[in-house]
């Protein structure tokens, strides 16, 4: 008996209907599909706290790390794959990165539901400093709405 988690429905033709019978949880997850979903963790724990990430930096590290343990692997030093761990921290320490640009630009999207609104984001272009990486962080929409509503406020008193 098959259940929702080992049924795939595949259409064969338009008029056909065909049940395939495949187990799902049998697949094996790698270790570069964990590497990825724990970047991808950590870049929006970073962004929460409005502090930009080197992506492409933590990935860059990452390859370097496994090619250099896989090299070894191959000399004999050792018989496994040390999958690397990387310092999360590192790739988004304020320290790491130049302050290239501070802006605002318009949010239209916010405007148009809030009518008499002229609404501004701002916006921080850091760059990484190890390479020309570079990494943008937005303010809350909120706080933008907040403070488009207090210019408002002061223009009308």
Request: proline fraction near 4%; aromatic fraction near 8%; include cysteine.
């Amino acid at each position: 008996m098959t259940d929702a988690n080992t049924t795939i429905f595949r259409k064969t033709n338009e008029s056909d209907k065909e049940y395939i019978d495949v187990d799902l949880n049998e697949r094996k997850v790698s270790f570069k599909d964990k590497f990825i979903k724990e970047l991808h963790a950590q870049e929006a724990k970073a962004h929460n706290k409005k502090l930009p990430f080197a992506r492409n930096a933590a990935r860059n590290d990452w390859n370097d790390e496994l090619e250099a343990n896989k090299k070894q692997v191959t000399r004999g030093a050792s018989t496994r794959i040390e999958i690397p761990q990387l310092e999360w921290k590192h790739y988004s320490d304020v320290k790491n990165f130049t302050l290239v640009e501070e802006k605002e630009r318009p949010a239209p999207e916010i405007s148009k539901h809030n009518p008499g609104l002229h609404v501004r984001l701002k916006t921080k272009v850091y760059k990484w400093k190890q390479s020309n990486e570079k990494c943008t962080v937005m303010e809350d929409p909120e706080d933008a709405l907040r403070r488009a509503q207090e210019v408002v406020r002061k223009q009308r008193t």
